[in-house]
């Protein structure tokens, strides 16, 4: 198993809960960073095939030629499969349901890392085919794929790596659902075993090579959406202050319009008012009339 098989390292305590041995920050373009991927809802798709462009690639090609014949093939590739038992061979039906999923397998397989995924571009996220997909393809239960890949395990020619993940739906005992995703990844031994090593090792550099590509792209692409995003952001700054600058001219004319109001006829500001006195008693108004004709009111 290369480096590259063990770029994370597994859990050693696996009843320690979910986050003991979680790595603090996984990045979302690599294969593992598919086991924390959120959950996708369940699509409804036809059986796939190796396309066209898949079957011109060499090393896909033989690939598929000698896997899909391994039953007769057992004894001149892939011998430490045959021999996981020790001294006792293995059954023949490993090698039926390794040849009856060969091609789903192979059209899944991500060239640049060897896992069973595939990297979405337009969303910066790699994602993991789930094992119940794959075995409904082969026309295989989900059971019998799982104890191929476990024995393919003991042989060194794959690479797992489980991760339980809580759903938000629960059973009849109120305690949610888990789901379990797995990490499947072809080691070189497989290819080394298959007889195809120089042809893993050429389709893989050229895969790294486009994936160095997108991974650029996905860079621009990143760089773009800020770029949008701080645009519309200062679109709303300058909209906000336009309107608050509006706000303070209308209050300003209004507060103006008030101030003409109050103004007098040639232009001076009307004298202040005298604050309301009340009530007058008639010898108040009496007095009052009296101070303004000159007079001065009778004593008492």
């Not at 369940?42 to 391994?70: C, E, F, G």
């Not at 090698?95 to 337009?122: C, I, K, N, P």
């Not at 393919?152 to 797992?160: E, G, I, P, T």
């Amino acid at each position: 198993m290369t480096s590259l098989d063990k770029d994370i390292p597994p859990r050693n305590n696996r009843k320690a809960g979910p986050a003991k041995g979680r790595p603090t920050a996984v990045d979302k373009k690599k294969p593992h960073a598919g086991l924390y991927a959120p959950i996708r809802p369940d699509r409804y798709r036809d059986k796939r095939s190796l396309s066209a462009d898949q079957r011109k690639n060499p090393l896909l090609r033989m690939a598929y030629h000698r896997l899909s014949q391994i039953g007769e093939l057992r004894g001149k590739y892939l011998r430490e499969l045959d021999t996981i038992h020790g001294g006792r061979r293995t059954r023949s039906e490993k090698f039926a349901a390794l040849a009856r999923s060969s091609e789903q397998m192979l059209l899944r397989m991500d060239l640049a890392t060897g896992v069973l995924g595939w990297l979405d571009v337009e969303r910066g996220q790699y994602f993991l085919n789930t094992q119940c997909n794959i075995a409904e393809d082969c026309g295989m239960s989900p059971s019998s794929f799982n104890r191929l890949l476990h024995s393919m395990q003991l042989a060194d020619y794959v690479y797992l790596r489980t991760e339980r993940v809580r759903l938000e739906e629960k059973d009849e005992a109120g305690l949610n659902l888990v789901r379990t995703r797995v990490l499947v990844r072809f080691t070189e031994k497989f290819f080394a075993d298959l007889g195809v090593r120089w042809l893993w090792h050429r389709a893989k550099k050229a895969a790294i090579k486009k994936r160095e590509r997108e991974l650029r792209q996905i860079g621009d692409m990143r760089v773009a959406r800020q770029e949008r995003a701080s645009l519309e952001e200062l679109r709303r700054q300058e909209s906000r202050a336009n309107w608050e600058r509006s706000q303070r001219r209308e209050t300003a004319h209004s507060q103006l319009q008030s101030v003409n109001v109050h103004e007098g006829r040639h232009g001076h500001p009307e004298p202040p008012r005298e604050p309301d006195r009340g009530p007058m008693t008639p010898d108040q108004l009496m007095a009052s009339v009296l101070a303004k004709n000159g007079k001065t009111p009778p004593s008492k």
